[in-house]
């Protein structure tokens, strides 16, 4: 199916339920705007308004939403359900190391929030963008098979500070077009959902594992 397209969306939790995560993050998240949904916040920023239903201040009303969240700092929880963004990319059995990847693709609704603007689409209609890595440790006791059964499980689930930068749109292979947001991915903090125990923290653009050997 379609990512664009795909029933997917961004649920809010509690700050608490990320009460103890890395201070790196927290600063960032403790600053930002909880999102209340990313359907609705997309829906509006990109007001696209050639619908026969559109209001006649459509544009007027989409121009004012994007110039009140110009450089303005989102936070958002995509919850263990839906985290299909994330998957497992190595394991290390004789360190316990393993690396994980993001794919930075929010579906909300028709529309999704994409790091950075996608340049192309592949066979399938899908915006490409580039794999997004983060590294860590299992904790004592873990294996190679509890690390991947944590995403299998859907047990998984995806922190993120982002900040909206413009509307993108890419042309379909089928016929017209696919409409996104672009931003720029302050923080992603990937956590296992039960425990709250941190897995890998994307941060300035890179990994920013602090224990790599």
């Not at 949904?37 to 004012?64: H, Q, V, W």
């Not at 997004?132 to 904790?139: D, E, F, S, W």
């Not at 098979?145 to 930068?165: E, W």
């Not at 749109?169 to 672009?182: E, R, W």
Request: proline share 6%; hydrophobic share 40%.
């Amino acid at each position: 199916m379609n990512r664009c397209f795909a029933a997917l969306f961004a649920l809010l939790v509690p700050a608490l339920a990320l009460a103890d995560v890395d201070q790196r993050f927290a600063r960032l998240r403790d600053a930002a705007e909880p999102l209340g949904g990313l359907s609705a916040f997309l829906n509006r920023y990109i007001g696209e308004c050639g619908d026969m239903f559109a209001s006649p201040d459509c544009r007027t009303k989409a121009d004012e939403f994007r110039k009140a969240y110009k450089g303005k700092k989102m936070y958002m929880i995509i919850t263990e359900d839906v985290a299909t963004m994330v998957s497992p990319a190595g394991y290390q059995p004789s360190t316990g190391d393993y690396t994980i990847d993001i794919l930075p693709f929010f579906a909300g609704g028709k529309y999704a929030l994409t790091h950075g603007t996608p340049k192309k689409t592949d066979a399938a209609g899908n915006p490409v963008l580039p794999l997004l890595k983060v590294t860590g440790t299992t904790p004592e006791g873990w294996n190679g098979g509890m690390f991947a059964r944590a995403f299998s499980s859907k047990a998984v689930r995806l922190a993120v500070v982002f900040t909206p930068l413009d509307i993108w749109s890419l042309s379909k292979p089928g016929g017209g077009k696919i409409f996104g947001v672009a931003a720029r991915m302050e923080a992603m903090l990937v956590t296992e959902g039960r425990t709250g125990d941190q897995l890998g923290l994307w941060l300035d653009g890179k990994d920013a594992n602090t224990k790599k050997r």
